[in-house]
Protein backbone atom coordinates (compact mmCIF):
# COMPACT_ATOMS: atom_id res chain seq x y z
CA UNK A 1 0.00 0.00 0.00
CA UNK A 2 1.54 3.10 -1.21
CA UNK A 3 0.82 6.71 0.52
CA UNK A 4 2.35 10.06 -0.23
CA UNK A 5 3.66 13.41 1.52
CA UNK A 6 1.71 16.11 0.21
CA UNK A 7 2.12 20.04 1.56
CA UNK A 8 -0.52 22.49 1.50
CA UNK A 9 -0.78 25.89 1.56
CA UNK A 10 2.48 25.94 -0.31
CA UNK A 11 4.58 27.88 -2.59
CA UNK A 12 7.42 25.08 -3.10
CA UNK A 13 8.20 22.10 -1.12
CA UNK A 14 9.09 21.48 2.16
CA UNK A 15 6.19 24.78 3.08
CA UNK A 16 2.84 25.22 3.86
CA UNK A 17 1.42 22.05 5.87
CA UNK A 18 2.23 18.35 5.17
CA UNK A 19 -0.19 15.89 5.39
CA UNK A 20 0.52 11.83 4.53
CA UNK A 21 -2.25 10.41 1.75
CA UNK A 22 -3.26 7.06 1.53
CA UNK A 23 -4.83 6.95 -1.73
CA UNK A 24 -6.32 3.81 -1.60
CA UNK A 25 -6.91 2.73 1.57
CA UNK A 26 -9.21 -0.32 1.27
CA UNK A 27 -8.28 -3.15 3.83
CA UNK A 28 -7.33 -0.61 6.56
CA UNK A 29 -9.37 -0.78 9.88
CA UNK A 30 -9.97 2.75 12.24
CA UNK A 31 -7.46 1.47 14.77
CA UNK A 32 -4.73 0.99 11.99
CA UNK A 33 -5.18 4.48 10.41
CA UNK A 34 -5.25 6.13 14.21
CA UNK A 35 -2.09 3.76 14.55
CA UNK A 36 -0.16 5.11 11.38
CA UNK A 37 -0.54 8.52 11.86
CA UNK A 38 0.53 8.00 15.39
CA UNK A 39 4.00 6.45 13.90
CA UNK A 40 3.93 8.94 11.08
CA UNK A 41 3.48 11.79 13.54
CA UNK A 42 2.02 13.95 11.32
CA UNK A 43 -0.73 16.67 12.65
CA UNK A 44 -3.50 15.05 10.04
CA UNK A 45 -3.55 12.11 8.10
CA UNK A 46 -6.18 11.22 5.27
CA UNK A 47 -7.49 8.11 4.07
CA UNK A 48 -9.12 7.40 0.78
CA UNK A 49 -10.91 4.76 -0.90
CA UNK A 50 -12.97 4.91 -4.11
CA UNK A 51 -16.77 4.85 -4.57
CA UNK A 52 -18.63 3.88 -7.45
CA UNK A 53 -19.39 7.76 -8.29
CA UNK A 54 -17.37 9.47 -10.43
CA UNK A 55 -14.16 11.17 -9.12
CA UNK A 56 -15.72 10.09 -5.42
CA UNK A 57 -14.14 9.20 -2.51
CA UNK A 58 -14.39 8.15 0.87
CA UNK A 59 -12.33 10.31 3.01
CA UNK A 60 -11.22 9.24 7.00
CA UNK A 61 -8.91 11.76 8.84
CA UNK A 62 -7.06 11.48 11.73
CA UNK A 63 -4.68 13.44 14.15
CA UNK A 64 -2.40 11.57 16.57
CA UNK A 65 -5.33 11.79 19.02
CA UNK A 66 -8.22 11.22 17.16
CA UNK A 67 -10.60 11.14 14.16
CA UNK A 68 -12.01 14.22 12.43
CA UNK A 69 -15.42 14.79 11.46
CA UNK A 70 -13.84 17.53 8.86
CA UNK A 71 -10.32 18.78 8.15
CA UNK A 72 -8.93 21.47 5.69
CA UNK A 73 -5.42 20.86 4.43
CA UNK A 74 -5.91 17.04 4.02
CA UNK A 75 -8.92 17.77 2.02
CA UNK A 76 -7.03 19.68 -0.46
CA UNK A 77 -3.92 17.78 -0.61
CA UNK A 78 -5.77 14.17 -0.93
CA UNK A 79 -7.46 16.46 -4.08
CA UNK A 80 -4.12 17.62 -5.46
CA UNK A 81 -3.08 13.96 -5.79
CA UNK A 82 -5.60 11.95 -6.83
CA UNK A 83 -5.70 15.01 -9.65
CA UNK A 84 -1.99 13.67 -10.26
CA UNK A 85 -2.96 10.17 -9.53
CA UNK A 86 -6.58 10.28 -12.15
CA UNK A 87 -6.83 13.47 -13.72
CA UNK A 88 -5.18 13.68 -16.89
CA UNK A 89 -6.69 16.84 -17.69
CA UNK A 90 -5.75 20.50 -16.79
CA UNK A 91 -8.98 20.60 -14.22
CA UNK A 92 -10.91 18.24 -12.61
CA UNK A 93 -13.78 18.06 -10.11
CA UNK A 94 -13.41 16.19 -7.09
CA UNK A 95 -16.44 14.79 -4.64
CA UNK A 96 -15.05 13.50 -0.78
CA UNK A 97 -17.39 11.70 1.40
CA UNK A 98 -16.31 12.34 4.68
CA UNK A 99 -18.43 10.89 8.13
CA UNK A 100 -20.93 14.00 8.42
CA UNK A 101 -20.34 16.25 4.97
CA UNK A 102 -19.87 16.02 1.72
CA UNK A 103 -16.91 18.24 -0.04
CA UNK A 104 -16.54 19.01 -3.45
CA UNK A 105 -13.05 20.19 -4.26
CA UNK A 106 -12.03 21.63 -7.40
CA UNK A 107 -7.95 20.93 -8.45
CA UNK A 108 -6.33 22.17 -11.31
CA UNK A 109 -2.14 22.53 -12.00
CA UNK A 110 -0.24 25.16 -11.15
CA UNK A 111 3.58 25.37 -11.87
CA UNK A 112 5.02 21.79 -10.69
CA UNK A 113 2.26 21.53 -8.40
CA UNK A 114 -1.50 21.83 -8.26
CA UNK A 115 -3.86 24.16 -6.85
CA UNK A 116 -6.93 23.53 -4.59
CA UNK A 117 -10.11 24.35 -3.74
CA UNK A 118 -13.08 23.37 -1.89
CA UNK A 119 -16.64 24.29 -0.97
CA UNK A 120 -16.79 24.30 2.75
CA UNK A 121 -21.01 25.37 2.49
CA UNK A 122 -22.05 27.83 4.60
CA UNK A 123 -20.99 28.58 8.31
CA UNK A 124 -23.08 28.32 11.25
CA UNK A 125 -22.59 30.92 14.04
CA UNK A 126 -22.74 30.29 17.37
CA UNK A 127 -22.16 31.88 20.44
CA UNK A 128 -20.63 35.34 21.39
CA UNK A 129 -18.30 35.21 24.36
CA UNK A 130 -18.88 37.83 27.22
CA UNK A 131 -15.84 39.83 28.22
CA UNK A 132 -15.40 37.69 31.39
CA UNK A 133 -15.62 34.21 29.26
CA UNK A 134 -13.51 36.20 26.07
CA UNK A 135 -10.67 37.10 28.71
CA UNK A 136 -10.51 33.99 30.15
CA UNK A 137 -10.14 32.15 26.66
CA UNK A 138 -6.92 34.74 26.21
CA UNK A 139 -5.44 34.13 29.78
CA UNK A 140 -5.45 30.54 28.67
CA UNK A 141 -2.81 31.29 26.48
CA UNK A 142 -1.12 34.44 27.58
CA UNK A 143 -2.27 36.48 24.93
CA UNK A 144 -4.16 40.01 24.72
CA UNK A 145 -7.49 40.38 23.11
CA UNK A 146 -8.18 43.14 20.51
CA UNK A 147 -11.54 44.32 22.44
CA UNK A 148 -12.53 45.82 19.25
CA UNK A 149 -13.91 42.58 17.69
CA UNK A 150 -16.73 39.91 19.30
CA UNK A 151 -14.65 36.50 20.20
CA UNK A 152 -17.36 33.92 18.77
CA UNK A 153 -17.97 30.36 17.49
CA UNK A 154 -17.91 29.75 13.70
CA UNK A 155 -18.19 26.89 12.20
CA UNK A 156 -18.38 25.19 8.52
CA UNK A 157 -17.55 21.30 9.68
CA UNK A 158 -15.46 22.03 13.13
CA UNK A 159 -16.46 24.67 15.40
CA UNK A 160 -13.86 26.71 16.47
CA UNK A 161 -13.70 29.42 18.99
CA UNK A 162 -12.54 32.62 16.59
CA UNK A 163 -10.41 34.64 19.42
CA UNK A 164 -9.42 38.09 18.19
CA UNK A 165 -5.91 39.25 19.30
CA UNK A 166 -3.92 41.91 19.29
CA UNK A 167 -0.38 41.82 17.13
CA UNK A 168 1.48 41.32 20.00
CA UNK A 169 -1.06 38.69 21.71
CA UNK A 170 -0.31 36.51 18.61
CA UNK A 171 3.23 36.65 19.03
CA UNK A 172 3.00 35.85 23.00
CA UNK A 173 0.28 33.11 22.52
CA UNK A 174 1.30 29.90 23.97
CA UNK A 175 -1.61 27.63 24.98
CA UNK A 176 -1.12 27.15 29.12
CA UNK A 177 -3.84 25.08 30.20
CA UNK A 178 -6.20 22.26 29.42
CA UNK A 179 -9.79 24.07 27.54
CA UNK A 180 -11.75 21.03 26.87
CA UNK A 181 -13.84 21.36 29.25
CA UNK A 182 -14.56 25.08 28.50
CA UNK A 183 -14.78 24.24 24.95
CA UNK A 184 -17.59 22.08 25.24
CA UNK A 185 -19.53 24.20 27.10
CA UNK A 186 -19.59 26.96 24.75
CA UNK A 187 -20.04 24.10 21.89
CA UNK A 188 -16.28 24.79 20.17
CA UNK A 189 -13.57 22.22 19.66
CA UNK A 190 -10.96 24.47 18.98
CA UNK A 191 -9.65 28.08 19.57
CA UNK A 192 -8.39 29.97 16.77
CA UNK A 193 -6.34 33.04 17.60
CA UNK A 194 -6.58 35.52 15.06
CA UNK A 195 -4.87 39.16 14.67
CA UNK A 196 -7.42 40.64 12.38
CA UNK A 197 -5.50 43.52 10.56
CA UNK A 198 -3.04 41.62 9.79
CA UNK A 199 -5.32 38.47 8.48
CA UNK A 200 -3.21 36.34 10.34
CA UNK A 201 -3.95 33.41 12.99
CA UNK A 202 -2.67 30.92 15.37
CA UNK A 203 -4.20 27.08 16.88
CA UNK A 204 -3.27 24.13 18.50
CA UNK A 205 -4.04 20.35 19.14
CA UNK A 206 -6.49 20.01 22.42
CA UNK A 207 -3.25 19.25 24.23
CA UNK A 208 -1.68 22.43 23.25
CA UNK A 209 1.10 20.50 22.62
CA UNK A 210 1.50 21.14 18.70
CA UNK A 211 0.97 23.96 16.77
CA UNK A 212 -1.10 23.37 13.50
CA UNK A 213 0.99 25.11 10.69
CA UNK A 214 -2.18 26.09 8.18
CA UNK A 215 -5.64 24.97 9.21
CA UNK A 216 -8.38 24.87 6.22
CA UNK A 217 -11.17 24.31 8.70
CA UNK A 218 -10.28 26.93 10.37
CA UNK A 219 -9.70 29.30 7.46
CA UNK A 220 -13.65 28.98 6.70
CA UNK A 221 -15.08 30.13 9.41
CA UNK A 222 -12.52 33.09 9.96
CA UNK A 223 -13.27 34.31 5.88
CA UNK A 224 -17.60 33.96 7.13
CA UNK A 225 -16.64 35.73 10.68
CA UNK A 226 -14.80 38.39 8.97
CA UNK A 227 -17.47 38.60 6.15
CA UNK A 228 -20.14 39.13 8.88
CA UNK A 229 -18.07 41.68 10.83
CA UNK A 230 -17.97 44.16 7.74
CA UNK A 231 -14.20 43.49 7.43
CA UNK A 232 -14.47 41.88 4.37
CA UNK A 233 -17.51 41.37 1.22
CA UNK A 234 -19.06 39.23 -0.13
CA UNK A 235 -17.93 38.01 -3.43
CA UNK A 236 -13.79 39.41 -2.97
CA UNK A 237 -11.21 36.93 -2.47
CA UNK A 238 -8.91 37.55 0.17
CA UNK A 239 -6.00 36.06 1.77
CA UNK A 240 -5.11 34.76 5.23
CA UNK A 241 -1.52 33.92 6.69
CA UNK A 242 -0.42 31.38 9.42
CA UNK A 243 2.56 29.05 10.22
CA UNK A 244 5.61 32.10 10.63
CA UNK A 245 5.95 31.40 13.80
CA UNK A 246 7.34 28.16 12.66
CA UNK A 247 8.99 29.04 9.72
CA UNK A 248 6.46 27.91 7.65
CA UNK A 249 4.26 30.69 6.39
CA UNK A 250 1.67 29.80 4.70
CA UNK A 251 -1.08 31.45 2.60
CA UNK A 252 -5.10 30.47 2.63
CA UNK A 253 -7.05 31.80 0.09
CA UNK A 254 -10.76 32.28 1.24
CA UNK A 255 -13.82 33.70 -0.49
CA UNK A 256 -17.37 34.28 0.62
CA UNK A 257 -19.99 33.89 -2.01
CA UNK A 258 -23.01 36.29 -2.38
CA UNK A 259 -25.29 32.86 -1.29
CA UNK A 260 -22.87 32.54 1.70
CA UNK A 261 -20.70 29.73 0.66
CA UNK A 262 -17.08 29.85 2.14
CA UNK A 263 -14.48 28.48 -0.44
CA UNK A 264 -11.08 27.80 0.83
CA UNK A 265 -7.94 26.94 -1.61
CA UNK A 266 -4.35 27.04 -1.60
CA UNK A 267 -1.49 25.66 -3.52
CA UNK A 268 -0.77 21.88 -2.97
CA UNK A 269 3.27 20.40 -3.55
CA UNK A 270 4.05 16.70 -3.84
CA UNK A 271 6.93 16.14 -1.99
CA UNK A 272 7.89 11.98 -1.84
CA UNK A 273 5.72 9.03 -2.15
CA UNK A 274 6.56 5.64 0.21
CA UNK A 275 5.15 2.11 0.53
CA UNK A 276 3.88 0.15 3.84
CA UNK A 277 5.98 -3.33 4.15
CA UNK A 278 3.31 -4.87 6.36
CA UNK A 279 0.20 -5.97 4.69
CA UNK A 280 -2.89 -4.37 5.47
CA UNK A 281 -4.29 -7.12 7.77
CA UNK A 282 -1.07 -7.22 9.79
CA UNK A 283 -1.72 -3.95 11.04
CA UNK A 284 -4.53 -4.22 13.34
Given at each position: ?29 A ?34 E????F ?8 A ?8 GA ?5 L ?57 V ?23 E ?13 V ?47 A ?45
Amino acid sequence: MDYWQVDVFAERVLAGNGVAVFPDCRGLSATAMQELTRELRQFESIFLAPLDGPNAFSARVFTVEEELPFAGHPILGAAALLHHLHGGAAHADWLLHLSEKQVRIATRHQGKGFYAEMDQGRAEFGRVLDDTSADAFAAAFGSERDRRFPAQVVSTGLPYLLLPVTAAGLAAAKQRELLDDALAGIGAAFVFLIEVDAREGRTWDPLGVVEDIATGSAAGPVAAWMVEQGLEFHGQPFALSQGRFLGRLSRLDVCVSEDDRVKVGGKVQLLAQARLLAAPADLG
